[in-house]
C-alpha cells in the first residue's frame, strides 16, 4: 500500500510539472503573436525605407535597375525574417515575389498591432 502512495504522489508530481510547462509555453506563443511597440516602429521604419526604395525602381525605367531590384528583394527576405512576419500572415511569404503587394500586407500587420 506505501508503494502505490508513493506512485501516485510521483505521478501527481510529474502531472503537475507537465502542466507547468504547457502554461508556460502557452504565454510564450501568446507573446509572440503580439508584435510589441518597439517592434513595430522598427517594422514601420523598416516598411518607409522599403517603400522609397520601390518608388526609386520606379523612376528608374530606362537605366540598369539589377542592383536596386537585388536590394528589395533582399530587404524582404530580410524583414520576413527579422520580425517573423509569417506569424502575423501566413500568405505573406507567397507574396514576397510582388512588392507592392507585400508593402500592403506589412502595413496591415502594422495597423492590426499599433492599436
Do not use: P, W
Not at 511597440?37 to 522609397?52: E, G, M
Request: a positive charge; proline letters at 0%; hydrophobic letters at 40%.
Amino acid at each position: 500500500m506505501r508503494l502505490d502512495s508513493i506512485h501516485c504522489n510521483v505521478f501527481g508530481k510529474t502531472l503537475n510539472f507537465f502542466l507547468f510547462l504547457i502554461i508556460v509555453l502557452f504565454i510564450q506563443f501568446l507573446s509572440r503573436l503580439s508584435v510589441d511597440n518597439i517592434n513595430v516602429q522598427r517594422l514601420n521604419k523598416t516598411l518607409a525605407y522599403l517603400k522609397s526604395k520601390q518608388r526609386e525602381l520606379k523612376r528608374q525605367i530606362d537605366t540598369d535597375t539589377r542592383s536596386l531590384e537585388s536590394m528589395i528583394k533582399y530587404l524582404k527576405k530580410d524583414m520576413l525574417e527579422q520580425f517573423t512576419l509569417h506569424h502575423y500572415d501566413i500568405y505573406i511569404k507567397n507574396e514576397i515575389n510582388n512588392t507592392e503587394t507585400f508593402i500592403q500586407s506589412v502595413q496591415s500587420i502594422i495597423d492590426s498591432n499599433s492599436q
